[in-house]
C-alpha cells in the first residue's frame, strides 16, 4: 500500500486505485441517468416537452462547464472550492463594465481572462507556496466573492443587448438545445480527449495516484498542476458570463453554491476525492443526473427542502456504494482463500533489521 | 518517447489562442455599448383587450412563487392568496427556494410552473431582471403575471400588486421615527441586501423626506446592511451606535434587521434611549414593544397582500382585466380596486403597529 | 534491531528538544494571533473611544462566544485530520428542537441539555459514516449538511421561535453578564478550558494529534482509530448543539434558515487560527482566538464606518495570510527537525 504524504485523508492509502472498479460505479451512474430519464419521459408530464428538456440543459450549464475542469483537478489531487464566487467575480464586473460603457465585445473576453488570472493566483499560492489547495480555495472564495462585492455593490445590471441575451437563454431552431450547449459540447469534446487520450491526461492520474512516484517519472507535478488551476479559472470566468447572460442578470451574489454542486456532481460520477480515478463521462452522467433529477422533481412538485435532503443522500451514497462493496469483496475473498491479513502483507519494512 | 506538448508549450498555446480570439473580437464591429442599445421595452402583448364585464373563469391554476418558501412572511401571504384562489374556485399551489438569494433556482420555477401549464403565476421577485427571461415565455403561453411584494422590470409582467406605495412606505417611516424624536437627532437605517430593491426603493423616498425643512434637525448619518442576517444584523447596529455617539433613531425597514436591532438594543445600555421604527411582523415585535425598546412599527397584513394578488390573478387569468391603467376589478370582501400606473395596485397604507393594537394581530 | 515494533507514544516526536521547539512554534503562533487582536483593537479604540466601552466590550466578547464555541468543536475533528461540514445545518436544528421545547415552558438548562444531544447524535452519524464507512470526511459531511438542513426545513416548515416565546430567564442568558463579562462568555471560556486540557492531559485528547499527524504510525501503534474519530465528531456536534441553545439566547429568533452558510464561517475561523487541515497541529485556544479575531473585525469595521462591502475580502485576504504563515512556520520546523534528526541519528 503506498503512503499517502500529499495531505490526502487517512485512508488514501487503503483504497488501491484499480481502474477496474471504478468503471463500475461510472457505469452505475449512467444507467441510473437512463433510468430516471426514461421514467421521467415515461411517468412525469411535461418532461419529455421540448421546452422543458431546454429549460434542464440551459440551467444545468454553469454546472456542467466547471465540472470539466474540476474533474482533471480533483483527479490531480487538488480542488478548487472559489469557482461559484470567480464565477460571480466574473458576472460582477460583466455588470460593472456594462454600466461604465465599456463594448460588450471586449467584457466577455476581459472577464474570462479575469477567471484565468483568478485561478492563476490559486495554483501559484497551491504550487509554489505548497499551501493545500483546500484551505486555499476557501480564502479565495471568500477574497473573490467580497471583491465582486466592491466592483459591483448594490446594483444588478439587466439591459444587455437583446441578441447576447438570446444566445444566453435561446435554443437552436426547434429543438431542445440551447446555443450555450454548443460551447459546451466543444469543451466537453476537449476535455474527454485531454484525459483519457493524451499524455497530459495520463500525467494528471500518475500525479493524483502518486505524486512522488510521477515527479520522479519526470512528470511536471507543479506545472500541470498550475495549468489545471488556471484552466479551471478560465473556465469558471466564461461560466459566470454565461450565467450572467442566460439570467439576464448581472449581480455581485451570482453562482453562490455553484462550487458545492460542481463538486457534488463530480463526486456523484464516481470521481475519487483524493485523486488518481474518475472520468469525464463519470462528471458528465453526475451533472445531468443531480439536473435531471431536480427538474423532474420540481415537475411532479416535490419542495424545495426535500430536494435538498435527496441531494445529500445520494451524495453519501455515491461516496459510501463503492467503499463499501470493496470491503465487502475483500472480506469475501479474505474468508475465501486463507491467506494472511491484508495488513501484514504489506507492513512496511522496519528498517535496520 | 512519444512527442509531449511540455505544460510551457502548452500555455504558450492557450495565451496565444486567446489573444487570437480577442483579436478577431477587436477588430470586429465597432462595439455594442450600453448607450448605442436601445433594448426594446415593449410591455406585454396589448393584443387582447379587457373585458370588465366578464366572469372569473372557475378552475384556474393559480401558483404562488414567493422569495423564499418557510418564512413566516411569506407563509401568512401566501395562505391570504389561498384563500382567494379557493374563493374564485381554482387550484392553489405554492412553490420556491429555501434560500432567498437563489434567483437560478426561483427562475427554474418559473419554468417548471409554464411547463406545467398553469393558469396564472404570482411571484415575488428576488431580482428585478433575472426573472424577465421565464416571465415573457409564461406570459407568450397565454399564462398571467402577477408581481406582488417584490416587483421585476415592468415589462416581465402585467400587474404588479404593491403592500403600499413605495412613497408611502419610505416617507412614513420618517414621520413616524420623527415624531418619536420630537424632530431631533441623527438616524440611521438597517437595510437588508446591498441589492435588494423593494429596500432601495424605499430608502430612496426616504432620503427625499428628510429634505423637507421640518426635519432641519436631524441628519442621515449612515446606511448599514445587514445581509437579512441575524450576527451581521446586530453588528451592523452595534457598529452604528458606536461609530455615532449622537445617534438617536434607527429605521429598519426589513422584517429580519428590525427583530434583530431590536433584540439587541433590548439588551444593551441604549434600549429605550435609541428609537427604532421599521417594518416588522406583530408576532416578531411582540416582545419588544411590551418590554419597551420599540414604541411603534409599520407593516401591512401580508394576507390582505397575498389575497389581492390571488384575485388580480384571476380576473387576469379571466380576461376581465389586461393591467393597463384604469382597469378595475373585485377583489372578494377587500373591495375594488383601480390599477394605476405601470399596471401597478396598491393594497393601501402601511399599518402602524404599537402597544394599543399588537395583541390584535397573530401573524 | 528487533524486529518489534516498540510501542511509542504516537506524539513523541523522537527527540525530547524537537517536541519543546514544536510546542514553542504552536505558543508563538498563538502569540502572535494575540498580538494582532490587540492591535486591531487598540486601532479601533484611538480611531473610536466608544469602541472598548463597557458596552462594547460585552458586545465583542458576546459576538465571538457562540463561534468560539463552535471552532473548539471544529477543531477537535481537524486537528485529527478530518473536516465537519455540516456545523452549520447541526446548530440550526439543535437550535430550533431547544426553542421548540422552551416554548411548551420548561426549564432553560433541560432545554440546552436537548440542543447539545441532538448535537452529540448527528455527531455519531458523521463519525460512524466518516470511521467506518472510510470515506473522505469532506464528501460525507457535505452530504449531511444538505440532509440534515433538508430535514430541518420539513420539520420546521414556516414556523419560528420568537423572543416572546422564550422564557425571560433564558433571554437575559443571551445579553446579562457580570460587569463586562457576559454570561455567554463565561460558558465559552469553560468550554474552551474543558476541552483543551482534554486535548492536552488526557491520552484520548493526545491521540488526536496522532492520529491526524501519522494515521499510519498510529494504527500499527495500536490506537483505536475508529473510536477517537467518533469521540471527535461527537465533540463537534455536541458543541454544535450548544452553540445552537446560546444562539437562540443570544438572537431569540430561530426558524428553518438558521445557520445556513455558518460552516464556511467556522473553517475560516478555525484555520486563521492555525488548525491547519493537514492535522495533528493547533490548538483550540487557537482556534478561539481565530474566532475572536474574525469577529472582532467584522465589528471594527462598521466602526470605524468602513462600508461592509469591504468585509468579504478582507476576511478572505486574512484567511490566505493565515494558511501562507502557517505553511512557511511548518516549513521552517520541518527542516530543523530534519537537521536535528540528522545530528542525533
Given at each position: 500500500m503506498a503512503e499517502r504524504r500529499d495531505g490526502a485523508g487517512p485512508w488514501a492509502g487503503v483504497a488501491t486505485a484499480r481502474l477496474g472498479g471504478l468503471v463500475r460505479w461510472d457505469v452505475v451512474v449512467a444507467l441510473l441517468l437512463a433510468a430516471v430519464l426514461v421514467y421521467g419521459f415515461a411517468g412525469v408530464d411535461n418532461f419529455g416537452a421540448t421546452i422543458n428538456l431546454s429549460f434542464l440543459i440551459g440551467n444545468t450549464m454553469a454546472v456542467a462547464l466547471v465540472a470539466l475542469p474540476m474533474t482533471m483537478l480533483v483527479v490531480a489531487g487538488e480542488v478548487d472550492l472559489s469557482v461559484g464566487s470567480m464565477a460571480g467575480l466574473s458576472s460582477a464586473l460583466m455588470g460593472a463594465l456594462w454600466n461604465a460603457n465599456w463594448p460588450i465585445e471586449y467584457i466577455i473576453p476581459f472577464c474570462i481572462l479575469v477567471g484565468a488570472a483568478g485561478g492563476l493566483l490559486n495554483g501559484l499560492l497551491v504550487t509554489?507556496?505548497?499551501?493545500?489547495?483546500?484551505?486555499?480555495?476557501?480564502?479565495?472564495?471568500?477574497?473573490?466573492?467580497?471583491?465582486?462585492?466592491?466592483?459591483?455593490?448594490?446594483?444588478?445590471?439587466?439591459?444587455?443587448?437583446?441578441?447576447?441575451?438570446?444566445?444566453?437563454?435561446?435554443?437552436?431552431?426547434?429543438?431542445?438545445?440551447?446555443?450555450?450547449?454548443?460551447?459546451?459540447?466543444?469543451?466537453?469534446?476537449?476535455?474527454?480527449?485531454?484525459?483519457?487520450?493524451?499524455?497530459?491526461?495520463?500525467?494528471?492520474?500518475?500525479?493524483?495516484?502518486?505524486?512522488?512516484?510521477?515527479?520522479?517519472?519526470?512528470?511536471?507535478?507543479?506545472?500541470?498542476?498550475?495549468?489545471?488551476?488556471?484552466?479551471?479559472?478560465?473556465?469558471?470566468?466564461?461560466?459566470?458570463?454565461?450565467?450572467?447572460?442566460?439570467?439576464?442578470?448581472?449581480?455581485?451574489?451570482?453562482?453562490?453554491?455553484?462550487?458545492?454542486?460542481?463538486?457534488?456532481?463530480?463526486?456523484?460520477?464516481?470521481?475519487?476525492?483524493?485523486?488518481?480515478?474518475?472520468?469525464?463521462?463519470?462528471?458528465?452522467?453526475?451533472?445531468?443526473?443531480?439536473?435531471?433529477?431536480?427538474?423532474?422533481?420540481?415537475?411532479?412538485?416535490?419542495?424545495?427542502?426535500?430536494?435538498?435532503?435527496?441531494?445529500?443522500?445520494?451524495?453519501?451514497?455515491?461516496?459510501?456504494?463503492?467503499?463499501?462493496?470493496?470491503?465487502?469483496?475483500?472480506?469475501?475473498r479474505r474468508r475465501r482463500s486463507a491467506a494472511p491479513a491484508p495488513g501484514a502483507a504489506t507492513a512496511p519494512d522496519i528498517p535496520g533489521t | 518517447m512519444t512527442f509531449r506538448l511540455t505544460a510551457p508549450g502548452r500555455r504558450f498555446a492557450v495565451a496565444a489562442a486567446g489573444a487570437a480570439i480577442l483579436a478577431i473580437a477587436l477588430s470586429g464591429c465597432g462595439g455594442t455599448t450600453k448607450s448605442s442599445t436601445t433594448n426594446s421595452s415593449g410591455g406585454p402583448a396589448a393584443g387582447a383587450s379587457a373585458n370588465p364585464n366578464g366572469q372569473l373563469k372557475s378552475g384556474l391554476k393559480i401558483a404562488f412563487l414567493p422569495k423564499a418558501v418557510n418564512n413566516p412572511y411569506f407563509t401568512t401571504s401566501d395562505t391570504g392568496g389561498k384563500k382567494a384562489v379557493d374563493a374564485v374556485g381554482g387550484v392553489y399551489k405554492e412553490v420556491g427556494t429555501s434560500s432567498a438569494t437563489d434567483t437560478a433556482g426561483q427562475v427554474s420555477y418559473v419554468n417548471t410552473l409554464v411547463q406545467q401549464g398553469q393558469n396564472a403565476i404570482v411571484v415575488s421577485a428576488q431580482d428585478p431582471g433575472a426573472m424577465c427571461t421565464g416571465l415573457k415565455q409564461a406570459m407568450a403561453a397565454k399564462i398571467a403575471v402577477v408581481t406582488y411584494d417584490s416587483d421585476t422590470n415592468p415589462d416581465c409582467r402585467q400587474v404588479f400588486v404593491n403592500q403600499a406605495s413605495a412613497e408611502a412606505i419610505g416617507r412614513s417611516e420618517v414621520q413616524l421615527l420623527a415624531k418619536e424624536l420630537n424632530y431631533t437627532g441623527d438616524i440611521a437605517i438597517l437595510s437588508a441586501a446591498q441589492t435588494a430593491t423593494n429596500q432601495n426603493t424605499w430608502i430612496g423616498f426616504m432620503q427625499d423626506e428628510l429634505k423637507d425643512p421640518k426635519y432641519a434637525n436631524m441628519k442621515l448619518v449612515k446606511t448599514a446592511y445587514g445581509n437579512d442576517d441575524a450576527q451581521k444584523s446586530f453588528q451592523e447596529t452595534q457598529g452604528l451606535l458606536q461609530a455615532d455617539p449622537n445617534l438617536k433613531g434607527i429605521i429598519a425597514p426589513t422584517t429580519v434587521g428590525i427583530k434583530a436591532a431590536a433584540q439587541y438594543l433590548s439588551g444593551s445600555q441604549y434600549k429605550g434611549k435609541v428609537q427604532l421604527v421599521g417594518l416588522g411582523t406583530p408576532n416578531d415585535m411582540r416582545q419588544y414593544v411590551k418590554d419597551g425598546t420599540v414604541q411603534a412599527f409599520e407593516l401591512w397584513d401580508p394576507g390582505k397582500l397575498g389575497e389581492l394578488a390571488g384575485y388580480a390573478a384571476a380576473n387576469l387569468a379571466s380576461g376581465i382585466i389586461t393591467g393597463a391603467k384604469g382597469e378595475t376589478f373585485t377583489a372578494g370582501d377587500l373591495g375594488k380596486f383601480t390599477i394605476g400606473d405601470k399596471g401597478e395596485v396598491l393594497l393601501g397604507d402601511p399599518t402602524v403597529f404599537n402597544a394599543g393594537n399588537i395583541d390584535q394581530f397573530n401573524f | 534491531m528487533t524486529a518489534v515494533a516498540r510501542r511509542a507514544p504516537a506524539t513523541e516526536i523522537g527527540v525530547p528538544g524537537s517536541k519543546r521547539l514544536v510546542d514553542r512554534v504552536l505558543r508563538i503562533r498563538e502569540l502572535a494571533l494575540l498580538v494582532i487582536l490587540a492591535v486591531l483593537v487598540a486601532g479601533t479604540e484611538v480611531g473610536n473611544h466608544r469602541f472598548l466601552s463597557g458596552q462594547g466590550v460585552k458586545d465583542l466578547l458576546l459576538n465571538a462566544a457562540i463561534l468560539v464555541i463552535v471552532a473548539a468543536g471544529q477543531a477537535s475533528v481537524v486537528i485529527t485530520r478530518n473536516v465537519d461540514l455540516s456545523v452549520g445545518s447541526t446548530l440550526g436544528i439543535c437550535a430550533f428542537a431547544g426553542g421548540d421545547y422552551l416554548r411548551g415552558g420548561g426549564s432553560p438548562l433541560v432545554g440546552i441539555l436537548i440542543a447539545v444531544s441532538l448535537g452529540a447524535g448527528l455527531g455519531v452519524v458523521n463519525g460512524s459514516l466518516v470511521s467506518f464507512g472510510r470515506v473522505p470526511s469532506l464528501v460525507v459531511t457535505l452530504g449531511t449538511l444538505y440532509i440534515i438542513r433538508g430535514l430541518d426545513s420539513i420539520w420546521v416548515g414556516s414556523r419560528e421561535i420568537v423572543a416572546h416565546d422564550l422564557p425571560a430567564g433564558f433571554v437575559t442568558l443571551g445579553h446579562g453578564g457580570p460587569f463586562f463579562l457576559p454570561y455567554l462568555a463565561i460558558i465559552g471560556l469553560a468550554v474552551l478550558i474543558a476541552l483543551a486540557f482534554y486535548l492536552r492531559s488526557y491520552r484520548g485528547g493526545r491521540e488526536f494529534y496522532a492520529i491526524g499527524s501519522n494515521t499510519e504510525a498510529a494504527r500499527l501503534a495500536g490506537l483505536p482509530i475508529r473510536k477517537r474519530i467518533t469521540a471527535a465528531y461527537v465533540l463537534c456536534g455536541a458543541l454544535a448543539g450548544l452553540g445552537g441553545a446560546l444562539y437562540l439566547a443570544r438572537f431569540g429568533n430561530v426558524d428553518s434558515g438558521t445557520g445556513s452558510g455558518y460552516e464556511l464561517t467556522v473553517v475560516s475561523a478555525v484555520v486563521v487560527g492555525g488548525v491547519a487541515f493537514t492535522g495533528g497541529s493547533g490548538s483550540v485556544y487557537g482556534a478561539a482566538l481565530g474566532a475572536l479575531l474574525l469577529t472582532t473585525i467584522n465589528s471594527v469595521l462598521p466602526s470605524l464606518g468602513v462600508s461592509s462591502s469591504w468585509e468579504g475580502a478582507i476576511d478572505g485576504f486574512l484567511l490566505l495570510a493565515a494558511i501562507a504563515v502557517d505553511r512557511l512556520v511548518a516549513l521552517r520546523v520541518a527542516n530543523v527537525l530534519r537537521r536535528r534528526n540528522v545530528r542525533h541519528g
Open positions: 509554489r507556496l505548497g499551501l493545500p489547495s483546500l484551505a486555499v480555495t476557501i480564502g479565495t472564495l471568500a477574497a473573490y466573492r467580497g471583491l465582486a462585492q466592491i466592483i459591483l455593490g448594490a446594483n444588478a445590471v439587466t439591459d444587455f443587448p437583446q441578441n447576447y441575451l438570446n444566445l444566453g437563454a435561446g435554443r437552436i431552431g426547434t429543438t431542445p438545445i440551447p446555443y450555450t450547449f454548443v460551447l459546451y459540447a466543444v469543451l466537453l469534446l476537449a476535455a474527454a480527449v485531454t484525459l483519457h487520450a493524451t499524455p497530459i491526461g495520463r500525467s494528471l492520474f500518475a500525479i493524483g495516484a502518486n505524486r512522488e512516484a510521477a515527479y520522479f517519472a519526470g512528470i511536471r507535478v507543479k506545472r500541470l498542476k498550475l495549468v489545471m488551476f488556471v484552466l479551471t479559472g478560465t473556465v469558471a470566468g466564461l461560466a459566470g458570463v454565461v450565467w450572467t447572460l442566460h439570467y439576464a442578470s448581472a449581480r455581485y451574489d451570482n453562482a453562490t453554491g455553484l462550487e458545492l454542486s460542481v463538486i457534488a456532481a463530480v463526486l456523484l460520477g464516481g470521481i475519487d476525492f483524493d485523486g488518481g480515478k474518475g472520468t469525464i463521462g463519470g462528471a458528465v452522467a453526475g451533472v445531468f443526473l443531480l439536473g435531471t433529477l431536480q427538474n423532474l422533481m420540481s415537475l411532479a412538485d416535490v419542495s424545495a427542502q426535500s430536494q435538498i435532503v435527496v441531494t445529500g443522500i445520494l451524495l453519501v451514497i455515491s461516496v459510501l456504494g463503492p467503499r463499501v462493496a470493496r470491503q465487502i469483496r475483500d472480506a469475501v | - | -
